[in-house]
């Protein structure tokens, strides 16, 4: 019997919230049993009670196999907890006694008290387990060994070793000329095949990551030629014998393989000598050919100086053929100049020479359509004639130096317009 002022409460429907879907509470009542007695938990099958985990025998076990061990002891022990709450489950219909029912409520209670508690031991031996793992890994003594070879290559230093020397330097320029397209697209260069219009750009921009000032060129031209003759004949200039024009500057050049060259410049003529070791290759693929040249900012085999001064140049040449039009193709050149961390009274110059430098940039553009203009950038910022000798970052004696590659290199491309030219003039107009 039920004392006054009890209220009634629906034990399936409390135990059915529990345990989620584990138990049908759509059960009729005459499923339920007829007397007090609780029903014992549903046994397992044998071939899941009798099947015992594979025993470990060679010392000791692998921690994600401890892991998931655990992991399904827990699992059986909660498939048996919630058959033990199923089995003391009791039909709605049948009167229960006040104490009674609340006995039943203490047994429920007690049950999801010890799932709870498995559950979190095996919460606490798998952070434990984890937090040994850690403290090992902590422990254990760091290998600090010497930089690698590709490590120093990455810094464009090469090693003494010949056919190591060789390695590093393919890896040098390969890796520049894979990131041709994506230099030509962070300085507003569409694909050549897309856009030929016509892009004379001389700038002072800061390097993004190391906060050095850049000295960049961005140009690009429809040359009146066929992509092969401009890349071949401005090639022949690069890794021909190129004289030197000044009794300051001494200028060897070593032959690596057909495609590639070292060149090494000294010059004497100012408060420091500035050494130039720069890698040339030529890359060719039909319709598109790439001349990089990436400088070496240290090399054992030809020694310098701390207080010495240290070239660090990288351009990327590109000749790709024009869509539908044999006898004309787009060059492309973006060179840059590393000036380093400039002094702070050469950073007030900054805003004149870049107004400068836009005056260059207009007296770049060729005075003959389909030609370069043969004047090197030194003309106009580091000569005489200049209105003004740029010495912002010893901009001046870097540009004295690549003033040897630069006249021959736009030289040899102009004659190859102009033999093109002629070839042509002869095949429409035969004597």
Known sequence: MMEPGETSWDFCEGVRLFLGDECDPSMDAKDCHKTDAVSPPPTLSSSSTDKKPPKWT??????HRKQRLELQALQAELTRLKGEI???????????????????????????AQSDNEDLRGAV???????????ALMRKKRRLGVPSKAEAW??????????????????ILEREFNRTDHIFLRCGLVPAVIDQRDVHRTELKPHTSSGDILFQVVERVTLAAPCRDVSAAAWRAVAGDIPAMDDHIKLTCETIDASTVYIHTT???????????????????????????????????????????????????????VPGDANACVLTTVWRINLGQLAAHETDEMEDVSTLLKSASIARRPHVQGSVSPHAMAQHLASP?????????????????SKL???????????AVER???????REHPA
């Open 385 to 401: 004639a200049a209105p003004r000798v740029v010495t912002l970052g010893n901009l001046h004696i870097y540009l004295a130096r």
């Open 405 to 415: 590659i630069e006249e021959p290199y736009k030289r040899s491309i102009n004659d």
């Open 58 to 63: 060679r010392g000791r076990i692998p921690t």
């Open 86 to 112: 199923c089995g003391i489950r009791v039909c709605p219909t049948r009167k229960m006694s006040f104490w009674e029912r609340l006995a039943k409520d203490e047994q429920i209670e007690m049950l999801k």
């Open 420 to 426: 093109h030219k002629q070839a042509v003039q002869g």
């Open 267 to 321: 010059n004497r003529r100012y408060h420091a000598p500035c050494h130039a070791h720069i890698l040339y290759k030529y890359f060719t693929s039909p319709g598109r050919d790439v001349i990089v040249a990436r400088s070496v900012l240290s090399d054992p085999l030809w020694p310098a100086r701390a207080d010495d001064l240290i070239e660090d140049v990288i351009s990327w040449n590109e000749v790709v053929a």
């Open 154 to 171: 990455e810094s464009y230093v090469l090693p003494t070793d010949p056919s190591d020397r060789v390695r590093a330097m393919d890896k």
């Open 125 to 135: 031996a798998s952070h434990a387990l984890f937090i040994d793992e850690m403290e």
